[in-house]
């Protein structure tokens, strides 16, 4: 399913504050089936947009289309959390199941499901562990079964794998890399890491500052299917390096928009 992101807006009120702008006119596209990358300074707005993709919170103007629909983001949608945001007394296989719950689907139909998507992230064995019983990297993989299981047409992910290790990290990426070639899920991922950008995605869209917008949207070249190897191709380095500038300028220029305002 086709994203289409047009000139949207978003604002938090601030208690005896001017409103804090974060989202400001942005605007992007992502086709059906691509897997998107977004980058930009901390604290720039990238789960604000994200949220607002995930209809948890309508943008205060502008609109999202869903294939040229505008519907109830949620229902179209499946959100990976950086903190799995799994309910503590819940075996996994009861918290993969939880929207299949909420949509009514009978007990026995929704734990079928549930399964099948522990098995393709291979934690079938927990099904029936508690959150706290499990690695950060096997939680992971429940909150991304648990997103796979409502079956969505696009996925977001907010900084899924940067509370797990660098092995973990590695493990998980190339798994997602291969659980999204068999769906072919639109997928939006947020990170810090520019080489986790540069290994997943076929985009990368690197964000300003505050109030935030795309200032670059990178073409990935590299073939798919894709593994970890592709940090040897030469011009992994060379589009590291640009990401990298790019993203340095947005932070410096974030930051001295703030160092601006403190100091009015
Ligand atoms: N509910 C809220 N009310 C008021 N301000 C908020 C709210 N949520 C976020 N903010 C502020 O909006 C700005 C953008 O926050 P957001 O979490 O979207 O940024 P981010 O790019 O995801 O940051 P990070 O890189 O740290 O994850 C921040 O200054 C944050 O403090
Ligand atoms: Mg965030």
Not at 13 to 25: H, N, S, T, Y
Request: charged share 25%.
């Amino acid at each position: 399913m086709r994203v289409e992101i047009d000139q949207i807006s978003k604002s938090y009120r601030i208690p005896d504050a001017e409103p804090l702008r974060v989202v400001e006119g942005l605007s992007a596209t992502i086709e059906e089936g691509e897997f998107v990358c977004i980058i930009g300074p901390s604290g720039c707005g990238k789960s604000t947009l994200l949220g607002m993709l995930g209809g948890l919170h309508p943008p205060d103007s502008g609109a999202v289309r869903f294939s040229g629909r505008r519907t109830a983001s949620g229902e179209m949608t499946s959100i990976v959390w950086q903190d799995y945001a799994l309910i503590p007394w819940r075996s996994i296989v009861d918290n993969v199941a939880i929207a299949l719950e909420l949509r009514g689907v009978p007990k026995r139909e929704r734990r079928d499901i549930a399964m099948e998507h522990l098995k393709t992230m291979g934690i079938e064995a927990f099904a029936k562990s508690r959150p706290q019983q499990l690695s950060g990297g096997m939680r992971q993989r429940a909150g991304i079964a648990r997103a796979l299981a409502s079956d969505p047409e696009v996925l977001l992910m907010d900084e899924p794998f940067a509370a797990v290790d660098a092995q973990t990290r590695t493990l998980l990426q190339e798994e997602l890399l291969s659980v999204w070639e068999r769906h072919q899920k639109t997928v939006l991922f947020i990170t810090h890491g520019i080489e986790e950008a540069l290994l997943l995605a076929d985009r990368v869209l690197v964000l300003s500052g505050r109030p935030t917008r795309v200032v670059e949207d990178l073409t990935v070249p590299f073939a798919r299917p894709r593994t970890a190897d592709v940090v040897q191709d030469p011009r992994f380095a060379e589009l590291k390096t640009h990401l990298w500038e790019r993203l340095r300028d947005a932070t410096l220029a974030a930051e001295w928009a703030e160092a601006k305002e403190v100091s009015a």
